[in-house]
């Protein structure tokens, strides 16, 4: 991928993870991390962090947190076929570049068919 590159991924999508100990699983898209080439989706990849006690007011333990999962290790789940796919560009004939599914050809953002 170039340096410059924008990713396909954007927040909010929902991904389904195809590597990893998390292979299967399907979540939403909280942030995404274009220079490292990575996003964060919800629940998956957890970590356990130990915290070291800081006083009576903020204790120690152990805690569950996400971390940033690389991008080539998710797709995008189209809303309207429900398939993990890739995504697709289209220019309309305002010229806007949108995002479409490749199977259904249907926008990853909502709308409905633009064929």
Do not use: F, W
């Amino acid at each position: 991928m170039k340096k410059n590159q924008r990713l396909k991924i954007k927040k909010g999508d929902r991904v389904k993870v195809l590597l990893g100990k998390d292979r299967g699983r399907e979540g939403m898209v909280k942030m995404v991390l274009p220079k490292e080439k990575k996003v964060l989706v919800e629940g998956i990849n957890l970590v356990k962090k130990h915290i070291k006690s800081r006083g009576k007011d903020k204790p120690g333990g152990i805690l569950e947190i996400e971390q940033p999962i690389l991008v080539s290790k998710v797709a995008v789940i189209c809303p309207e076929c429900k398939k993990p796919t890739r995504v697709g560009y289209q220019i309309t004939s305002e010229s806007k570049k949108i995002r479409i599914c490749r199977h259904c050809k249907n926008l990853l953002n909502g709308a409905k068919n633009v064929s």
